[in-house]
């Protein structure tokens, strides 16, 4: 058996040999790119099969925004020709908050605004891996008038238990800002009415924006969001929804007593237990003008760890810090919370400290955390660091940064920690070297061993206007063992269950063979299934051999076939013994004449399997009854030696 292979075939992905994932890193996965492309705002979203979804903004030669999608599998390669499909071309001369994210079936969501209607509105499309529109080519326009609002934008998507769509967003009304949300059906239907709401009306200043929300089990689902007090002042609060979009709580819950910025959105995640987990951004405990990273648990019951959240990292007002991502690890039941860092007279190159927490708050790496990313030092450095993005692999964290400043040439670089802050493997680990400005990189989420990152690229399309932010778009994988490059699943094939097998007993199916789907071959093999008497009497080799993609990788076991008198006299069955009831279904018994010495009983299944055994001495007549629960319905072999003598009987199960 190999191990997880890598595999390089310079034509798998057919029209495109730069499509498909390399281990050489200055060369990376083509998504589009061509001389005077300006594609901006890349996203990441990868399904459970490894595939994952790519979109990007890029200029349109009349003016303003188009938005494209690419489907890349999990080999690396374009599925949907060079230039991907067309998502939207209303977008508009301004790109605001965009979403991209999986839904239980495999399909991309993605939201984003357009100017459709003539103002900016949130709008949805749903994409299956064929590159099919669910929704219709034309997406679904999220319009909603109440306190005429002229602008919408921000929309954020939540996937329920149940696989339906809630989509929120914030408008700018007449006298207020509100937060809208809706939910969609699989297949794009309304399931609410009308538009639900969090707004007052009141004469007061106070607004609600910028929303998120995450599934707290089955339908009910948690929104978090921003409440405007004044021009000046913003604060985090969360409310629980029912199915039907019934707050579950009295009254929203106060996240935090501490400010929140008048920009800039909250990371919310699921806690593990029906609620949510957010990091947010506030001012320093000791300097409030020092920007500081906190986090936050809501409970499924609207609790929270404490009336402000936990500074995540203290270390008095030496570093910025912001929060940059967050994620619950099931397995040790803990919190991962990376957090940008630079020094306070210094704000060009953000290093990453890692904080871990339990799920009551605890700081378990120390209150300093553990520095996973060294910040450089000074402005416009061409060893200037910036953080990127974070994700969980198994059992241990992959943070992504870039290292120079655009335009200058820059590497996309990861550096790989455990979960208790030791490093994992070499760090830090290449995803892109190539001589070109890089931005927008962004990781889908760990799928089939593998993290797949894609970034806006200048190395072809060039640089127009500002170079940091536009190109053509490129990706990436990191393997599971920190290399890149094609992931094979590894193939093997578990020893059969028998010592030998003889040439009386009959055909079988071969089983075994992982990944299922694959082809056994060898001698006295047809179709899958051994033949003994075919193979006749050997050790023979049976290989299984798997094919997906580009990959192709065998396993192999030995078979031995005895003839059917090897060692033992071949006698009638009537005349050695009897095996009653047949057909049988609770228990049979297995019954001998007058023997003197040791009797083996074994009943096999057709395949080889032995699935009951006995062995005794005798003197005398032999009896045992075997219990069949636990069999499957079928045909069986009830093979008996007594001394030298050997017999065979079918038994049939009901």
């Excluded at 993605?110 to 299956?128: A, C, D, M």
């Excluded at 306190?147 to 408008?171: E, M, Q, R």
């Excluded at 450089?376 to 953080?387: C, D, I």
């Amino acid at each position: 058996m190999l191990p997880l292979a890598v595999i390089a075939l310079s034509m798998a992905c057919g029209y495109n040999a730069q499509a498909q994932f390399t281990n050489n890193t200055a060369v990376n996965t083509m998504v589009r790119d061509t001389a005077g492309l300006v594609g901006t705002t890349s996203l990441v979203a990868t399904a459970a099969n490894g595939s994952s979804f790519v979109v990007w903004a890029q200029k349109r030669p009349a003016g303003g925004y188009e938005n494209r999608m690419q489907l890349i599998d999990k080999y690396g390669c374009n599925q949907w020709g060079p230039n991907g499909i067309l998502i939207d071309s209303t977008t508009g001369t301004t790109i605001y908050r965009s979403e991209l994210v999986v839904d239980k079936e495999g399909n991309a969501v993605y939201g984003t605004n357009n100017y459709r209607t003539g103002i900016p509105r949130p709008i949805v499309f749903k994409v299956n891996q064929a590159g099919q529109h669910v929704w219709g080519n034309a997406g679904i326009q999220l319009v909603d008038t109440t306190n005429a609002a002229t602008f919408s934008g921000g929309p954020s998507l939540c996937i329920t238990g149940d696989n339906n769509v809630v989509v929120s967003y914030y408008s700018e009304g007449t006298t207020k800002r509100y937060v809208t949300f809706e939910k969609f059906d699989p297949s794009g239907a309304r399931i609410w009415s009308q538009p639900q709401h969090i707004i007052d009306l009141a004469a007061s200043p106070k607004g609600y924006e910028r929303p998120q929300a995450v599934a707290t089990g089955d339908e009910t689902f948690m929104m978090v969001y921003v409440k405007r007090n004044s021009a000046y002042s913003y604060q985090l609060y969360a409310q629980r929804f029912d199915a039907s979009a019934n707050p579950i709580w009295p009254d929203g819950v106060l996240l935090s007593s501490r400010s929140f910025p008048n920009n800039g959105y909250p990371y919310v995640a699921k806690d593990g237990y029906n609620g949510a987990l957010v990091t947010f951004a506030s001012g320093n405990p000791v300097n409030a003008t020092i920007p500081d990273a906190f986090a936050q648990r809501v409970y499924s019951n609207g609790n929270l760890w404490n009336a402000d959240g936990n500074e995540i990292v203290s270390t008095g007002t030496v570093n910025k810090y912001a929060p940059g991502g967050l994620a619950y690890d099931a397995a040790s039941n803990n919190y991962i919370v990376s957090v940008p860092y630079s020094a306070v007279a210094n704000a060009y190159t953000t290093g990453v400290v890692m904080q871990k927490l339990d799920t009551a708050g605890a700081l378990l790496l120390t209150n300093t955390g553990v520095k996973v990313v060294s910040a450089a030092t000074g402005a416009n450095n061409l060893n200037a660091v910036n953080y990127v993005d974070f994700k969980l692999m198994d059992g241990h964290a992959a943070f992504f940064y870039t290292e120079g400043v655009a335009p200058n040439d820059q590497k996309i670089l990861a550096n790989r920690f455990d979960f208790s802050g030791n490093p994992v493997g070499s760090n830090p680990v290449i995803i892109s070297n190539n001589a070109s400005a890089k931005s927008w990189a962004k990781s889908g989420d760990y799928n089939q061993k593998q993290l797949v990152l894609a970034w806006i690229d200048t190395r072809i399309a060039g640089t127009t206007g500002n170079a940091a932010y536009n190109g053509g778009v490129y990706a990436q994988n990191l393997r599971y063992d920190g290399t890149s490059g094609i992931v094979c699943a590894p193939v093997s094939l578990a020893p059969f269950t028998f010592d030998s097998i003889r040439t009386s007993a009959p055909a079988f199916a071969l089983t075994g063979g992982l990944p299922t789907g694959g082809t056994y071959t060898g001698t006295g093999v047809s179709n899958g299934m051994f033949d003994p008497a075919a193979a006749g009497v050997g050790t023979f080799t049976i290989q299984y051999i798997y094919a997906d993609g580009p990959c192709t990788d065998t396993a192999s076991q030995t078979i031995k076939v005895v003839s059917a008198t090897s060692g033992l006299s071949s006698v009638n069955r009537n005349d050695l013994f009897e095996c009653y009831p047949n057909p049988a279904r609770q228990s049979v018994v297995v019954k001998t004449g007058s023997v003197t010495g040791k009797v083996k009983v074994r009943i096999s299944g057709i395949d080889g399997r032995i699935w009951l055994s006995d062995e005794q001495t005798a003197n005398g007549a032999y009896q045992q009854t075997f219990h069949l629960t636990g069999l499957a319905k079928g045909m069986y072999i009830v093979e008996v030696q007594a001394g030298n003598n050997v017999a065979a009987s079918r038994l049939v199960v009901q």
